[in-house]
């Protein structure tokens, strides 16, 4: 089956650090697969942090970025300047086209930014 | 609005007994999902409604029962609880499409004892 393998936390960094979170992914029964990065502050719901659905490119939101590599099947999420408001966790997940575009999610990482 | 509203936050039942578990949102989308979160497991999807069609993920097909009165609500009941089932259960929903969000509501934590 489809599957998401990332990063194991919890993932420590100091302020302006830069920080990398792996994604690796396998889309077994997903022929163009789109990508997802999910982020869950403290005390709040999960929410979207940025998604790709075509390989080869690159999305960015509030200072990250991830680029859907094929070759690779991966989705590495980077920041080059954490803030302490970044602490969370953070779920990288796999998606279909298909109607009802269920998820696959990568088991979080947290991420812990210390002032 | 962008909210997906989930009811109640908490909810603790007794073992063989019913739960029902309420997920409502306002931004008309047509597919709402039910996914449960144990602790250091990933998010994992239990059923979801693609407009009045529901779809059972098949490892959790008897375990699960879902319904969808109209496009805003949504409920998830477990026929009789067991301990396996004390988990976060998290709703969410989104327009159709490939790449389409999913909005996640805040979840409710089910114990059962």
């Known amino acids: 089956g489809d599957s998401v393998t990332q990063t194991e936390g919890p993932v420590t960094v100091s302020e302006s650090e830069s920080l990398i979170i792996n994604c690796t992914y396998s889309?077994?029964?997903?022929?163009?697969?789109?990508l997802f990065w999910y982020v869950r502050y403290p005390g709040e719901g999960l929410q979207l942090l940025l998604k790709?659905?075509?390989?080869?490119q690159k999305g960015s939101s509030r200072g990250f970025e991830a680029t859907y590599n094929k070759e690779t099947t991966s989705f590495h999420l980077q920041k080059a300047s954490v803030q302490e408001s970044d602490s969370a966790v953070y779920y990288c997940?796999?998606?279909?086209?298909?109607?009802?575009?269920?998820?696959?999610f990568g088991i979080g990482t947290r991420v812990l930014v210390r002032p | 609005d962008t909210t997906v509203k989930q009811n109640p936050r908490y909810k603790l039942a007794r073992v063989g007994k019913p739960v029902n578990l309420i997920c409502s949102q306002t931004?008309?989308?047509?597919?709402m999902y039910w996914y449960q979160k144990k602790p250091n497991q990933a998010p994992k999807l239990l059923l979801f409604?693609?407009?009045?069609?529901?779809?059972r993920e098949a490892d959790t097909f008897e375990k699960f029962q879902s319904s969808r009165p109209n496009n805003s609500f949504c409920s998830l009941y477990i026929g009789s609880a067991g301990l396996e089932y004390s988990a976060m259960y998290l709703c969410?929903?989104?327009?159709?499409?490939?790449?389409?969000?999913?909005?996640f509501g805040p979840g409710t934590r089910l114990t059962v004892l």
């Open positions: 969410a929903s989104s327009r159709d499409g490939g790449g389409s969000a999913q909005y």
């Open positions: 997940a796999l998606g279909s086209n298909s109607a009802g575009n269920k998820l696959t």
């Open positions: 409604y693609y407009d009045k069609i529901l779809n």
């Open positions: 790709v659905i075509t390989a080869g």
């Open positions: 889309a077994t029964s997903i022929a163009y697969p789109n």
């Open positions: 931004m008309n989308h047509d597919t």
